[in-house]
């Protein structure tokens, strides 16, 4: 019996655990590692902001996860040693066979000065509470709106952060005297998709968001209430910023991430295996050429749950990585957008936009719906 040990049970760690439990080999057995007692969605977030969701309806717990030879454990992971494939954690040391690390990525709100004094987010589940206490409490002004670093999780969801804040506002009658701008270091929303991007700056427009592309915020004077940019200070009285993200520190400290670009975990590209044989990484904490997103994430289980079952077997990778996910996005007023991107099929990444519509909330619904059927029960 050989043992596939997956820490992480997030987007990644689930969907590759699910897939291996299907598999039709018998002598493997999937032990999964997770902190947490529950999984909960990352845009629940939104509906945690804005829509009055609770945390506790938005976590869905682990008792649920329950798959033929998968072994759930809710203990935190404190030493990766790729070289030996050897992991503790605060309750056990493990040899598994094979090794694969699926941890998400962490935030990093110290890394731009004033921030975590005068900022708020809504990427954790905290955050989007504070958040929404805030915003019942906000009665106009300027609000300031900045993505603070590159990668961060979901390219689109800083966007439907700003327009669903606008239709918050506009509900409560405080939008006409609030002033809402945009800052980001990047060009455009989403660079792969010229349609994507376009309906997402004239949707900023429509709704009064003045948006400034190329113009990062690299920090926060929390006396004056002003972000600091190279052009210029600008003033706020709410300032939303989504947080410089990073390896988490038990990844950071494993040497995983040696080779890979800015902190993340070097794997190669069409298998997500690392340099270290039968240990692979998947998801937000792997240095792959795609956006941070479940949907990638969970395209990246795929293939890793094909190279496990073959690396078991002794046969080369079945299939190569094509980093493919659709992404839908909020525009409000309940109309959901979608983009369909592929980034490694083909000569070139493609990724076709559909625009915003009823239709395609519902899609996003029972997508949402779909998954959860899949990896839990009950
Ligand atoms: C506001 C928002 C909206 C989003 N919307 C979308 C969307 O619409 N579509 C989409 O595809 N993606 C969306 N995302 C992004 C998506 O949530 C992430 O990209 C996705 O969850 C990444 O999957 P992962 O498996 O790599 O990591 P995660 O899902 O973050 O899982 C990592 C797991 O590792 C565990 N962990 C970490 N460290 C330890 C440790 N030391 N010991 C034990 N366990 C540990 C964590 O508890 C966690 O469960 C959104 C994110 C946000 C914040």
Same mark, same amino acid.
């Given at each position: 019996?050989?043992?596939?040990?997956?820490?992480?049970?997030? +987007? @990644?760690?689930?969907? &590759?655990?699910?897939?291996?439990? =299907?598999?039709?080999?018998?002598?493997? /057995? %999937?032990?999964?590692?997770?902190?947490?007692?529950?999984?909960? +969605? @990352?845009?629940?977030? &939104?509906?945690?902001?804005?829509? =009055?969701?609770?945390?506790?309806?938005? /976590? %869905?717990?682990?008792?649920?996860?329950?798959?033929?030879?998968?072994?759930?454990?809710?203990?935190?992971?404190?030493?990766?040693?790729?070289?030996?494939?050897?992991?503790?954690?605060?309750h056990a040391v493990y040899d598994p066979d094979i090794l694969v690390v699926a941890l998400g990525a962490d935030y990093d709100l110290g890394a731009t000065p004033g921030f975590a004094e005068d900022g708020y987010e809504y990427y954790s589940i905290e955050g989007a509470l504070r958040l929404r206490e805030r915003l019942a409490r906000f009665d106009g002004g300027a609000v300031v709106l900045a993505v603070l670093g590159v990668p961060f999780k979901c390219p689109p969801a800083p966007y439907e952060g700003a327009m669903l804040l606008h239709e918050t506002l506009a509900r409560r009658g405080v939008r006409s005297r609030t002033d809402m701008r945009f800052f980001t270091p990047m060009e455009a929303p989403i660079p792969v998709s010229a349609d994507t991007s376009a309906a997402i700056v004239e949707a900023l427009a429509g709704r009064g968001i003045a948006y400034a592309p190329g113009r990062p915020v690299h920090g926060l004077d929390p006396a004056g209430h002003m972000a600091l940019t190279a052009t210029g200070d600008?003033?706020?009285?709410?300032?939303?910023?989504?947080?410089?993200?990073?390896?988490?520190?038990?990844?950071?400290?494993?040497?995983?991430?040696?080779?890979?670009?800015?902190?993340?975990?070097?794997?190669?590209?069409?298998?997500?295996?690392?340099?270290?044989?039968?240990?692979?990484?998947?998801?937000?904490?792997?240095?792959?050429?795609?956006?941070?997103?479940?949907?990638?994430?969970?395209?990246?289980?795929?293939?890793?749950?094909a190279g496990i079952e073959a690396r078991l077997h002794g046969l080369a990778p079945p299939e190569r990585y094509r980093g493919r996910g659709t992404c839908h996005i909020e525009f409000g007023g309940g109309l959901v957008g979608k983009v369909e991107a592929d980034f490694l099929s083909g000569p070139a990444p493609v990724a076709p936009f559909t625009a915003p519509s009823a239709e395609l909330a519902r899609e996003k619904a029972a997508a949402a719906e779909g998954r959860l059927r899949r990896w839990f029960t009950g």
């Amino acid at each position: 019996m050989r043992t596939v040990l997956i820490l992480g049970a997030g +987007f @990644g760690g689930l969907e &590759l655990a699910t897939r291996l439990s =299907d598999s039709p080999a018998d002598d493997m /057995r %999937v032990v999964v590692i997770d902190r947490s007692d529950s999984f909960t +969605f @990352g845009f629940a977030k &939104l509906d945690i902001l804005f829509r =009055d969701l609770s945390p506790a309806t938005a /976590r %869905v717990p682990y008792s649920r996860f329950t798959h033929p030879r998968v072994e759930f454990r809710q203990e935190e992971v404190t030493e990766i040693d790729p070289k030996n494939r050897r992991v503790r954690t605060d309750h056990a040391v493990y040899d598994p066979d094979i090794l694969v690390v699926a941890l998400g990525a962490d935030y990093d709100l110290g890394a731009t000065p004033g921030f975590a004094e005068d900022g708020y987010e809504y990427y954790s589940i905290e955050g989007a509470l504070r958040l929404r206490e805030r915003l019942a409490r906000f009665d106009g002004g300027a609000v300031v709106l900045a993505v603070l670093g590159v990668p961060f999780k979901c390219p689109p969801a800083p966007y439907e952060g700003a327009m669903l804040l606008h239709e918050t506002l506009a509900r409560r009658g405080v939008r006409s005297r609030t002033d809402m701008r945009f800052f980001t270091p990047m060009e455009a929303p989403i660079p792969v998709s010229a349609d994507t991007s376009a309906a997402i700056v004239e949707a900023l427009a429509g709704r009064g968001i003045a948006y400034a592309p190329g113009r990062p915020v690299h920090g926060l004077d929390p006396a004056g209430h002003m972000a600091l940019t190279a052009t210029g200070d600008v003033p706020y009285d709410l300032f939303i910023g989504i947080p410089k993200h990073r390896a988490p520190t038990v990844v950071a400290a494993s040497g995983l991430t040696d080779g890979g670009t800015d902190g993340w975990i070097a794997v190669d590209p069409h298998t997500l295996e690392t340099p270290y044989p039968g240990v692979y990484a998947l998801g937000d904490c792997a240095d792959a050429p795609v956006p941070r997103a479940g949907v990638f994430a969970e395209d990246a289980a795929g293939t890793v749950a094909a190279g496990i079952e073959a690396r078991l077997h002794g046969l080369a990778p079945p299939e190569r990585y094509r980093g493919r996910g659709t992404c839908h996005i909020e525009f409000g007023g309940g109309l959901v957008g979608k983009v369909e991107a592929d980034f490694l099929s083909g000569p070139a990444p493609v990724a076709p936009f559909t625009a915003p519509s009823a239709e395609l909330a519902r899609e996003k619904a029972a997508a949402a719906e779909g998954r959860l059927r899949r990896w839990f029960t009950g």
